[in-house]
């Protein structure tokens, strides 16, 4: 791995772990014996140990995974999967028994605590999947993360990213340059900034989504570098994300999100789509309420009325 001993979040070396696991790992696997491999930490070529950073044990076990070329990768944790929402503000959630690793990876980067992408990295490039089973129900299916999803229509889930906010730079120049694009994510990438979604862009005018914290320093640098333009910022918003490889297959998925917001009274600052679904900006105050309301209208089932034949007794109660 490259890096000291106190990096917080080292890249492993993928032909030198491979090596090391094929010498070390596979001959006790051919004894039948199961060997134990601790997560999250490493060695530098210098020899100093170093960590693999935030969910660096998950990490571990896909970079392990992909150098023994094995046939699945299992992450146990403390729920049965990944859900369509998380189950602590949404009712009615249920178990996605199959994600694309594109859909897990854009979940987890609008939320979803899960799966974190890096994990997904080393079995993707070899389109080995990965099953996520509840450590304290293993009987359970869990969910499989693999090349494809089957969610061929329609939203797979829906989460929230709060504490964003909107920043907008738009120029005097109504042709604008196309390369100002590029300039404006360098400048952000600097202030340490990834813009969590891509609003609008034009050849003129250009919004997107940071983290609110980095909003500042990414507006002054901005403002230092491109004076020609004019930069402007919004804070406290959120991003609902509804996702799914199918939903933009459908026309009609954009609008009915919308109108789950608007049914709520919750007005969308703006939005971003993408073929993986669309992404709509909220204020934060209300994202957990428009999170419900869009579970609620693009994946809960429709629950069946029933016709209720009164009974005799609740009959005489009703006269009374």
């Not at 080292?10 to 070390?24: F, S």
């Not at 896909?62 to 503000?89: H, K, N, Q």
């Not at 996605?96 to 997904?120: I, M, N, Q």
């Not at 789950?260 to 309420?289: F, M």
């Amino acid at each position: 791995m490259p890096g000291a001993n106190v990096a917080p979040g080292a890249d492993p070396l993928a032909e030198e772990t491979r090596k090391n696991v094929r010498a070390i790992i596979s001959p006790l696997i051919e004894q039948q014996v199961v060997p134990i491999a601790a997560g999250f930490i490493g060695r530098t070529q210098e020899g100093f140990v170093t960590t693999l950073g935030r969910n660096g044990s998950d990490y571990s076990a896909s970079v392990i995974g992909a150098a023994l070329d094995c046939v699945e990768v299992t992450i146990y944790t403390d729920v049965d999967g990944v859900l369509t929402a998380d189950p602590r503000l949404v009712m009615n959630t249920r178990l996605l028994t199959e994600l694309s690793y594109a859909e897990a990876a854009r979940l987890s980067w609008f939320g979803a605590k899960v799966l974190h992408p890096r994990t997904l990295i080393p079995i993707a490039h070899r389109n080995i999947p990965v099953r996520v089973r509840n450590t304290f129900r293993p009987a359970l299916r869990g969910t499989v993360v693999g090349p494809e999803g089957r969610h061929k229509s329609g939203a797979a889930a829906i989460t929230v990213r709060r504490h964003l906010s909107l920043i907008t730079v738009e120029s005097t120049d109504l042709f604008g340059a196309p390369e100002s694009a590029g300039q404006v994510f360098a400048l952000a990438a600097r202030a340490g900034a990834a813009p969590v979604a891509i609003c609008s862009s034009s050849g003129h005018h250009l919004s997107f989504v940071v983290e609110e914290n980095a909003a500042a320093s990414v507006v002054a640098l901005l403002q230092h570098d491109m004076g020609a333009w004019h930069v402007r910022s919004r804070n406290g918003l959120a991003a609902c994300a509804c996702i799914g490889s199918g939903f933009t297959a459908d026309p009609m998925s954009p609008a009915r999100a919308i109108t789950a917001l608007a049914r709520e009274r919750i007005p969308v600052i703006t939005q971003g789509a993408s073929e993986l679904g669309i992404t709509l900006i909220v204020e934060d105050a209300d994202s957990e309420r428009a999170l419900r309301s869009l579970h609620r209208d693009l994946i809960a089932p429709v629950i069946p009325l029933v016709r209720h034949t009164a009974t005799a007794h609740e009959k005489k109660r009703g006269a009374l």
